[in-house]
């Protein structure tokens, strides 16, 4: 049995970020991070980030990771965990823990959800076909193991993630048939859009993939156009020849572990899917646990890492750690969030955090 | 097929091992996943589903979705997106939820 002040589950930018907090106000901190290299979504991203200059925008996703590992394998309040996925949080409180086939038992005072999100998936014939990706399996294959996932690809969602992954495809080698999108507008933002079209690379908004086929894996795809009602048009039909498809259609906040724990959820749409509700210290509604980053809400690098700060914050403080300095670095972090959410391209996640904050004030769903 | 040439990244792949894949020899990295050397090799196919026995491939390579059930060194449902080869180690197709032995 491992006893501990406060488990961080998930080593990605919210996890590690909420770890140095906590160690800096004097608590002592465990990483699991089910991965074999901390550091979640960053690892995979060879771009440089958008955002403000305080949340590291201008470097390259990888070098931010890099930067945040460095800074927590160098304290000595912080112990890392590696290949350890988390399990299993009990109604008393204690946490499993699988590694290497192993299973370890811990014993928090407090815990940090910071898992992430999971891909979305779509439906349409054929869509189990070997071939048929999650953008993040592509970027993983591609830029950790360095593997191509096929020679032309069919890149379905032209959000952020779909326009970014098709231009690492491109740094890597590989042929983008076609970048489709059902909405009539991209989603991402100009700049991507306009790096792949400098490429050569088409992208085609009110498009959808109609069917994938194949002999045992993917050899082309059927597109089609679509109404403004999302129906597709009949005789609209393209035939695409491409060995991969990558699906990029969105993430949703993985919160298995908060659902166990008995926080008590809510279904909100602008945050991608089911979230804990929380209050602004990023609790949840059981004392013991605190959330940051994408599982309260699929959002930004930028922004989970100014969330992981204030859980980090909050989880130390609620155990008697930098009681005078505290409220002081949470009202910062608070502040942090308000600014980078204060755009129009936020709308939609200023909208959901004040659902929650809505439901949590009026005392439940 | 591998990356050799990358304008960003660079692949510390470690020393060359041989595993076997149905029973065929197989070269690969000591760095890379099953599922890595598999597709580095052309291999897209890890197993047949349990009802309507259809091909299975990778979706999430992080080891959430298991679409990736191999059968390694005779136990099933090994999640072979985040298992990593070894010297010698047997990789097989597959088929359904597998046997215990
Ligand atoms: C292609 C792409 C481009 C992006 N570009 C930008 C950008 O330019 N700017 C920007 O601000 N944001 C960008 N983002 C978004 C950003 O990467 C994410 O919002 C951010 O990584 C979320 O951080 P997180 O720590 O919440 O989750 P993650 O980074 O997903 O980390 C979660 C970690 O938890 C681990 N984990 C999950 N479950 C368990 C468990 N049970 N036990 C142990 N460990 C577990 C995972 O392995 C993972 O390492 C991009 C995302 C993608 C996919
Ligand atoms: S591909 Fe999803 S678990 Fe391996």
Redesign the pocket.
Known sequence: MINVEILI???????LCAANAAADLGASVLI????EI?????V??T?K???SRK?YAGDR?IAIGDFLLDEVINDPKIEVMPD????GIYEDGLVL?ERSEEIIKINPRKIII????AEKFLTFPGNDLPGIYG??AV?TLMNVAGVIPGERVLMVGAG??GL??SYQLAQAGVETAAVIEGAPTIGGYLVHASKIQRLGIPVRTGYTIKEAYGDGKVEGAVICRLDAAWNMIEGSEEDIKCDTICLAVGLTP?TE?CWQAGCEMAFIRELSGHVPLIDKYLQTTNPKIYV????SG?????S?MVE?RLAGYSAACSLGYGLDTAPSLQAGAMAELDELRAGPMSDRIRQGVEKVEKMVTKGGV | MRIEQHPILEFDRKEKITFFFNGQEMEGYASETIVAALHAAGVKELGKSPELHRPRGLFCA?GNCSSCLMVVDGQPNVRACVVKIKPGMQVELQSGKGDLK
Do not use: M, W, Y
């Open positions: 589950v998930g080593g990605g930018p919210a996890g699991c991070e089910r991965d901390p550091g979640g979504q960053l995979k991203q771009h980030f958008f955002g949340q996703g350890t996925t988390v399990i823990a910071a898992t992430g999100a953008a993040g970027q952020n993630i970014i992954v993985l572990l940051a980053g994408d599982v699929v959002e930004e690098a930028s989970a992981g | 992080i």
